[in-house]
C-alpha cells in the first residue's frame, strides 16, 4: 500500500454502497460527479438539433425538365468518355499482323487462324518457338491484298495458294 494513496476495500467493487458518499453504488473512480467540477449524467440531448428549413422555401417544385437535365450533366461529368484506339498512321505500320490482328481483318476467330497456319495454309513467320506455345507473324500485304479482294473467308485457301506463289516467284 503506497502512502496518500486511498485504497479501496472490496465494498468497492460489490453492489453495496459507499459509505462516503451515499446515494449511488459504482465506484467512484467510474461517475463524474464524484469529482470536483463533475457534470451530472445526461438524461438526453442536451442540444437539439436545428431540424427546421428556416432559410429555403419548401413548397416551391422542381421542373422535371431541370431534373433531367442535371441528372444528363451529373452523368457526363462522372462517367469518363470511352476510349477510342488510336490512329493508324501508315508510316508507323508494322509489316506483320498478330494472330488476333490477322482474325479480325479476316473475320474469323484466332483458333481458326491458329489451324490454318499450323496446316500450312496461311503464310506466317516463326517467331518463338518454345516448348507448348509457338509465337507466329503474318505478312500485313496478304492481309490487305485479302481484304482488297472482296472474297469470301471459304476462298481464303485458295486465295493464299495463289498469293504465296506469286509473292515467292521469281522476278522475271
Known amino acids: 500500500m503506497l502512502w496518500g494513496v486511498p485504497a479501496y476495500d472490496c465494498a468497492s467493487v460489490t453492489n453495496d454502497r459507499f459509505r462516503g458518499n451515499p446515494g449511488h453504488d459504482k465506484a467512484p473512480w467510474t461517475i463524474r460527479q464524484d469529482h470536483p467540477g463533475g457534470k451530472a449524467p445526461a438524461l438526453g440531448p442536451i442540444t437539439k438539433?436545428?431540424?427546421?428549413?428556416?432559410?429555403?422555401?419548401?413548397?416551391?417544385?422542381?421542373?422535371?425538365?431541370?431534373?433531367?437535365?442535371?441528372?444528363r450533366a451529373l452523368t457526363a461529368a462522372l462517367i469518363p468518355p470511352p476510349r477510342l484506339p488510336a490512329p493508324i498512321e501508315a508510316e508507323d505500320?508494322?509489316?506483320?499482323?498478330?494472330?488476333?490482328?490477322?482474325?479480325?481483318r479476316l473475320g474469323v476467330s484466332r483458333e481458326t487462324v491458329r489451324r490454318l497456319a499450323i496446316a500450312g495454309t496461311l503464310p506466317h513467320t516463326v517467331v518463338c518457338q518454345g516448348t507448348r506455345k509457338t509465337t507466329r507473324r503474318y505478312p500485313?500485304?496478304?492481309?490487305?491484298?485479302?481484304?482488297?479482294?472482296?472474297?469470301?473467308?471459304?476462298?481464303?485457301?485458295?486465295?493464299?495458294?495463289?498469293?504465296?506463289?506469286?509473292?515467292?516467284?521469281?522476278?522475271?
Open 49 to 71: 438539433p436545428n431540424t427546421q428549413n428556416t432559410h429555403h422555401h419548401t413548397d416551391l417544385e422542381v421542373p422535371p425538365e431541370l431534373l433531367r437535365a442535371l441528372a
Open 93 to 104: 505500320t508494322p509489316d506483320f499482323l498478330t494472330a488476333a490482328q490477322l482474325a479480325q
Open 140 to 172: 500485313r500485304r496478304f492481309a490487305d491484298e485479302f481484304a482488297a479482294s472482296g472474297l469470301e473467308t471459304a476462298d481464303l485457301a485458295v486465295f493464299a495458294a495463289a498469293w504465296r506463289a506469286r509473292v515467292t516467284a521469281p522476278a522475271s
